[in-house]
């Protein structure tokens, strides 16, 4: 039986829970990194997993509460629409599924990657426990001056939670870290590991990665594909394929647009063309713009401020004017990928990749938890339990944040933690070691 070092609880949206789109690819790379390195990922999502296929080849524990207690959406969304709010039911099924989650295993650190489960996690006053990272998605959880789908004074309060003690702040790159006066680099593992290996085919066409809307900008990258008539390569969701094949099959003949494509296609497609053009004018970092100046010359709008978070020696710049020489130009010169890997570009990135886990292990090291050195709380009567069955013999209908979470892991040091695929133990006994373990998923579908 495999046994783990720590169990970390990954907070996002069920939405996202997709093979598309940054925090599904950032969900993939994170749970792979984790596990090569002996560290388990449970994911506690608000309702029933958007892709249960998606979701459960990241993990064996899907955590959700689907019954009567979980809260529907559409009142918030006729009440607010854009700009939009906190979603408060989504912020009330979060806090059921993290206290079910708590039912069942012990964690040693809390990923927030949903903007509304930062001060829902910190509000449960487990910062003492539990590390609790908020991890920055949102460019507005940065800056000031940018666009984004919020009222004002949401942005304003997001940012703001940023600061509430107990919290630590994670980003994606050294640009983004040097906005906070205290905060860690942690960034984003290349979700398809193949894209740091050389592959050297023919390749051809004008590669746009992103979805249809305001902040990426699709407009002018048709308006590129008009002006030079490159063959142009679109990957995107399936609600964007449908818009971009209508606009380009009035510009070109030679397009192709794909959407939802992850592993050795999504790997085969990017690395099929010559060039990606990436004109978005809202990121929070880009891990799509780190996938193609990976393996391409990779061409952005001058002056975008997400673009530094990359080394400019590594991708292209344009504007509205000259981008059609630009691109044109850099497509004849790399015309090989043998001739692209000479810049550098590919090592670079193969340097980044080496170097990701030890800026997460650093900021996980630096965590202290409370301890407590009186043996009254009920757990330190134990010599080995498994901790879902010393949960369920409490008897509670409803848990206690204070009187049994807090009480077990302020006496945490007191014995030996062993995580397993689905449980935590607790021992004294230095010999012990977990022999059996239940295979089932764990889809929780209600509280007890």
Wanted: hydrophobic fraction near 35%; aromatic fraction near 12%.
């Amino acid at each position: 039986m495999r046994t783990y070092n720590k169990r970390i609880a990954f907070l996002m949206s069920s939405e996202y829970l997709k093979p598309t789109g940054g925090v599904g690819q950032f969900a993939k790379s994170f749970c792979e990194l984790m596990n090569q390195h002996g560290i388990k990922v449970d994911i506690i999502t608000d309702k029933k997993p958007y892709d249960e296929t998606f979701s459960f080849n990241l993990t064996d524990n899907i955590i959700y509460i689907d019954n009567k207690k979980n809260l529907l959406y559409g009142d918030h969304q006729t009440i607010y629409g854009k700009p939009d709010s906190y979603c408060y039911e989504r912020m009330i099924n979060f806090r059921n599924a993290i206290m079910e989650a708590l039912r069942t295993n012990m964690y040693d650190a809390f990923i927030c990657n949903t903007y509304e489960t930062v001060r829902l996690v910190h509000d449960m006053g487990l910062e003492n426990q539990i590390q609790i990272i908020a991890y920055t998605h949102l460019e507005s959880q940065i800056f000031k001056d940018t666009k984004n789908p919020f009222l004002s004074c949401v942005n304003e309060s997001m940012r703001g939670e940023l600061q509430l003690s107990g919290i630590h702040i994670g980003t994606q790159s050294l640009f983004n870290r040097l906005q906070f006066e205290n905060a860690y680099e942690l960034p984003i593992p290349l979700p398809e590991k193949d894209l740091i290996e050389k592959h050297n085919k023919p390749r051809t066409g004008v590669l746009f990665i992103g979805r249809w809307e305001e902040g990426k900008n699709p407009e002018l990258y048709l308006e590129l594909i008009k002006q030079t008539g490159l063959p142009a390569r679109v990957m995107t969701s399936e609600t964007g394929a449908e818009k971009f094949e209508e606009a380009l099959k009035k510009i070109t003949k030679d397009y192709q647009v794909v959407y939802d494509k992850i592993g050795a296609e999504k790997v085969d497609f990017i690395t099929s063309c010559r060039i990606a053009f990436n004109p978005s004018i809202v990121e929070s970092y880009g891990i799509a713009f780190l996938e193609q100046m990976t393996q391409m010359p990779t061409v952005a709008l001058e002056n975008m401020r997400w673009t530094n978070n990359f080394d400019s020696k590594y991708f292209y710049t344009c504007n509205k004017k000259n981008m059609t020489s630009i691109v044109t130009d850099l497509y004849n010169k790399f015309d090989t990928s043998e001739k692209y890997y000479e810049t550098g570009a590919l090592a670079h990135v193969q340097a980044l990749q080496d170097s990701i886990f030890h800026k997460w292990n650093t900021c996980f090291s630096d965590y202290k938890p409370k301890q407590v050195d009186s043996s009254k709380a009920k757990i330190c009567s134990e010599t080995t339990v498994k901790y879902r069955t010393f949960i369920k013999n409490l008897n509670r209908k409803a848990l206690s944040l204070e009187n049994d979470i807090r009480s077990i892991y302020n006496n945490k040091h007191k014995f030996r933690i062993i995580y397993t695929n689905t449980d935590t133990y607790l021992t004294k006994d230095p010999t012990f070691e977990p022999t059996e373990e239940e295979t089932s998923k764990n889809l929780f579908e209600g509280l007890v």
